[in-house]
C-alpha cells in the first residue's frame, strides 16, 4: 500500500541563539483514511484491486441523472429513451404501473447481441403490485424480440429477461430466464429461500452473470449466488432490438412499479466477490462518476 500524504521539512534558524527548528508540514489527501490507501482509480480508502474490475469491464452505466427524457449512458454512450415520464433529477427513475400509458426505458438495439460473457447488474426499489387484477409476470429487464418485432409486444420469441417474483408466489422470488428462436423452452434459473426474496419499498442490488466460458447464468441477490443453470447458446442469438427496462416482450405481463437507481452492463462474468464489492460501494460510487458534468437529460447542456 501507498500513502496518500506527503511531508514537507523546513529548517527555521532562531536569531540570537544559532539554534536550527525544524518544523514539517504533512500534506493528506486522504485525511479520514486510517489506512492511508493512495488515492487512485479507486480513491482515498478503496484498494484498486476492488475497484478496477468494476471499472475495466463497464460497458454501460445509467444512473439517472439529471432530468427529461433521456437515460444517460456515461461510460458507453448508448443513451437510452424514456417513455410516457421522465427522470425529475433526483438521480433515480421511477415507473408508475399505475399510469395511463406504460411507462418504461428503451435502449438502443445491439447492446448485448455483441457480448459474449456478460454481467447485468441493477439496485431497484420495487413496489408490490395490488393483489387485483391478478398481477403476472413483471420485468426488471427483458432484452430481446416478441413474435410481432421490434417496438412490439406479443410473446417473447428470444430474450433474456429478469423478473422480481413469480406470480402468487410467496415469498417473492427473482427469475431469470433465457431463449432463443432456436430453443426448445427456456432456460430458467429462480432465487432461492429467505436471502433471494424480492423485497418490496426497499432498495436491493440484483445481477445476472452470462459465462460464457463455463457456459452457466447464474443469478444473485445483494452479492449472493442464488442458483445457477448450464447455459450453451451465446447472447449472439438473441434478437435484441426490444431492449427494454420495466416491459416485457409479453403483452399479458403486468406492469413493473418502482424506482431504477442505477443500471449497468459489464462485458465479463463478475465473481461473488467483485459483485459483494459493487454491492458493498452501492449505486454510483465516486469512483465510476463522471470526470464532467452529466448534461441534463433533455439534451440540453
Not at 387484477?133 to 430481446?144: H, L, M, Q, S
Not at 412490439?152 to 417473492?172: D, I, M, V, W
Not at 443469478?219 to 438473441?238: D, H, K, V, Y
Request: a negative charge; hydrophobic letters at 40%; charged letters at 20%.
Amino acid at each position: 500500500m501507498f500513502r496518500g500524504a506527503f511531508t514537507l521539512s523546513f529548517l527555521l534558524l532562531l536569531s540570537g541563539c544559532g539554534d536550527a527548528l525544524r518544523l514539517e508540514v504533512v500534506f493528506d489527501d486522504c485525511p479520514n483514511d486510517v489506512e492511508k490507501i493512495y488515492p487512485g482509480e479507486c480513491g482515498c480508502g478503496i484498494a484498486e484491486a476492488r475497484c478496477v474490475p468494476l471499472k475495466s469491464s463497464l460497458v454501460h452505466r445509467y444512473a439517472f441523472n439529471g432530468r427529461g427524457p433521456v437515460a444517460i449512458d456515461d461510460v458507453g454512450g448508448a443513451d437510452g429513451v424514456i417513455l410516457n415520464t421522465e427522470l425529475a433529477g433526483l438521480g433515480q427513475l421511477y415507473l408508475d404501473r399505475t399510469g395511463e400509458l406504460e411507462q418504461y426505458v428503451e435502449l438502443p438495439n445491439g447492446i448485448i447481441s455483441v457480448l459474449d460473457s456478460a454481467t447485468f447488474e441493477t439496485w431497484v426499489t420495487w413496489e408490490a403490485p395490488p393483489s387485483e387484477p391478478k398481477p403476472f409476470w413483471e420485468r426488471i429487464f427483458d432484452f430481446g424480440v416478441s413474435t410481432l418485432g421490434e417496438d412490439q409486444r406479443e410473446s417473447g420469441k428470444s430474450y433474456l429477461f429478469l423478473a422480481p417474483g413469480k406470480p402468487g408466489t410467496t415469498p417473492k422470488l427473482p427469475r431469470a430466464a433465457f431463449r432463443d428462436a432456436n430453443t426448445d423452452g427456456e432456460i430458467i434459473v429462480d432465487a432461492v429461500g429467505a436471502a433471494g426474496e424480492t423485497p418490496a419499498g426497499v432498495m436491493f442490488n440484483v445481477a445476472v452473470v452470462v459465462d460464457a466460458k463455463a457456459q452457466q447464468l447464474i443469478l444473485f441477490m445483494n452479492g449472493l449466488e442464488q442458483n445457477r443453470a448450464a447455459l450453451t447458446e451465446p447472447l449472439s442469438a438473441i434478437e435484441d432490438v426490444n431492449n427494454w427496462l420495466g416491459r416485457s416482450q409479453f403483452v399479458v405481463d403486468t406492469r413493473f412499479g418502482g424506482s431504477f437507481h442505477e443500471f449497468r452492463i459489464y462485458d465479463r462474468a463478475l465473481t461473488h466477490l467483485q459483485l459483494l464489492d459493487s454491492v458493498a460501494f452501492g449505486p454510483s460510487p465516486a469512483f465510476l462518476e463522471p470526470k464532467i458534468p452529466v448534461q441534463d437529460g433533455s439534451g440540453a447542456p
